[in-house]
């Protein structure tokens, strides 16, 4: 349970991490996976942080979907809150459970964790959610939000366009779902899945509400996300994969030359050491 101080703090960063999503440029997110990524990202000026739940869960040692406990991924929040001073959000993936009491009681635990947002998705066990239970889940996370006494930013991700999720038109089924989560209480709509430009603005255009993309290898540049009216970019499990990519490629050039020249090119220790003993403001 957060005292009344921490909860007042709560609330500050809940409503700095919503204004970010109606301001001049697209809120770029970059997703950590743990305290130290969470700490270099901050310093790098970003005004907030996501999590990642699949960063996360590989961290662990888990595979990503739910294979890992509310425990084990709240726990990870919360060391990264409590590293940085930006709001963080954090991926709660599904929920961790099938019906909405398990839902009030993991946003009961992001909050007490520190989030000052949450992703919540309607898909489980490989298959879209009825549209009826993922709305009820909507509003039982809004909620349990309000009752906590945190504004949480909700943002309510639809994976309509999810390869093998959905037969038909994903558009279409993505536009109704994404309007009804906000509806439901949801403050942006997620959209994964989709970088064609076109499609991007259809959807942005469409949905009643802040609209976030994941952000991959073919997603078109964040000007022309910006010019599309994308709210919020996100890049997912890519940054924590693109670090574990730099360990295989340097494993691999020791294997190859016995050179350590990799350690001309990285964080110092007298940097990180910095990093994670300055306190957040």
């Not at 093998?164 to 994404?178: I, L, N, P, S, W």
Request: hydrophobic share 50%; proline share 4%.
């Amino acid at each position: 349970m957060q005292d009344s101080a921490a909860l007042a703090a709560l609330r500050r960063k809940a409503e700095t991490l919503r204004a970010l999503h109606h301001g001049p440029e697209p809120l770029l997110l970059l997703n950590a996976w743990d305290a130290a990524s969470a700490r270099v990202v901050e310093s790098l000026g970003f005004p907030a942080i996501a999590t990642t739940s699949s960063g996360v869960a590989n961290a662990l040692g888990y595979a990503d979907g739910e294979r890992l406990s509310r425990e084990e991924m709240l726990a990870a929040v919360a060391r990264m809150v409590r590293a940085v001073a930006v709001p963080v959000t954090a991926d709660l993936e599904a929920g961790y459970g099938a019906g909405t009491q398990a839902v009030v009681a993991t946003v009961r635990a992001a909050v007490n964790a520190g989030a000052a947002g949450c992703n919540l998705e309607d898909a489980r066990n490989g298959a879209l959610l009825p549209l009826k239970a993922a709305l009820a889940r909507v509003q039982a996370a809004r909620a349990a939000a309000e009752a906590a006494g945190v504004p949480l930013v909700i943002n309510a991700r639809t994976d309509a366009f999810h390869p093998g999720y959905f037969q038909g038109d994903a558009c279409t089924e993505a536009v109704r779902r994404a309007n009804a989560y906000r509806e439901a209480g949801a403050d942006c709509l997620f959209l994964p899945f989709v970088s064609d430009a076109a499609t991007i603005g259809r959807l942005v255009k469409a949905v009643h509400g802040p609209v976030n993309i994941l952000a991959g290898a073919n997603t078109p540049p964040l000007a022309e996300l910006k010019k599309l009216g994308v709210a919020r970019v996100s890049v997912g499990g890519a940054l924590a994969r693109a670090a574990l990519t730099a360990i295989r490629q340097v494993a691999e050039e020791l294997q190859a030359t016995g050179s350590f020249d990799f350690a001309n090119r990285i964080i110092s220790h007298a940097e990180m050491h910095a990093l994670l003993t300055s306190k957040p403001h």
